[in-house]
């Protein structure tokens, strides 16, 4: 669980002091997965990359897998 906490300690010392571009393939509701299911420090961490934010929700097939997909 510490990645979570480094995370979020990350997110909140940035929070309204500077830009920060995160990437991820998973949904927002699915992120508590990721902390362990730790609800209370998903919703903190979410809300404050997502206030002040513009998501931007790119769909198609996967750029990095473009060549396996070609070999099969």
């Known amino acids: 669980m510490a990645g979570g906490d480094a995370l979020f300690q990350v997110i909140s010392q940035r929070y309204e002091h500077g830009s920060t571009i995160i990437t991820s393939n998973r949904i927002f509701k699915r992120w508590a997965e990721i902390f362990n299911n730790d609800t209370t ?25 473009k060549d396996q997909i070609k070999d099969y």
């Open 41 to 65: 420090l998903t919703t903190a961490l979410l809300d404050r990359l997502l206030h002040h934010c513009e998501v931007v929700l790119i769909e198609g097939e996967s750029y990095r897998q």
